[in-house]
């Protein structure tokens, strides 16, 4: 038996986040995921569509989880996971789908803009971005348990928090991506999915 974490939110929502993602995995698409944190989503989505080749990714110290569930699931569209931090320099591979889920709250500001900015270079045109997890609008938080969970975010780190959507989506815009849907999701979740779009 192989020693990996486990999330057990990763386990109640990875279903309803692949079913509604699942227009956009199309066979023989490369997709990059950030964060992909103990490699769960990764593993769900890469055994129901064999057809796709799903590369993790994360920082240095979450590689090892990742890599035991990766190397317990013998996928063979499940490669090593990449180290990536979003502030440093990003490979130069493309990819036809960037996926991200739960990250957006433990990052600083700084680091959510880098990775909008940075994520640009690493998609084909009219490639997708999609990320899940809460978000405000308009300046408000979209339910009592989001402003609860904001707080105990901001108490361990007072860089992170729940980003406001109409920030994320004005710095998604000036870097090319369009944003095609905004889906809500159970426990106050969100899927925010863009495309990218050529500049003039």
């Known amino acids: 038996m192989i020693n990996k974490s486990f999330s057990e939110s990763c386990e109640q929502n990875k279903a309803i986040i692949y079913e509604t993602i699942e227009p956009y995995l199309l066979d023989g698409i490369e997709v990059l995921e950030i964060g992909s944190g103990t490699g769960q989503h990764a593993i769900h989505f890469a055994s129901i569509a064999p057809g796709i080749n799903w590369q993790t990714s994360d920082l240095a110290e979450n590689l090892t989880d990742i890599k035991a569930w990766i190397d317990e699931s013998q996928l063979p569209n499940l490669p090593e996971p990449l180290e990536l931090d ?84 004005t710095i998604a815009s ?5 944003l095609i849907n905004d889906i809500a999701m159970p426990s106050n979740n969100r899927i925010l999915i863009w495309r990218l779009e050529l500049l003039d």
């Open 86 to 169: 979003v502030s440093s320099q990003w490979m130069d591979t493309t990819y036809d789908l960037i996926f991200s889920a739960n990250t957006f709250h433990i990052m600083n500001q700084d680091q959510v803009k880098q990775f909008l900015l940075r994520c640009t270079g690493c998609l084909i045109s009219e490639g997708h971005l999609i990320v899940y997890g809460p978000f405000n609008y308009q300046g408000s938080y979209t339910s009592p348990s989001n402003e609860q969970f904001d707080g105990w975010l901001k108490s361990r780190d007072p860089q992170s928090g729940i980003k406001h959507f109409e920030w994320i989506n």
């Open 174 to 178: 000036q870097s090319g991506l369009q």
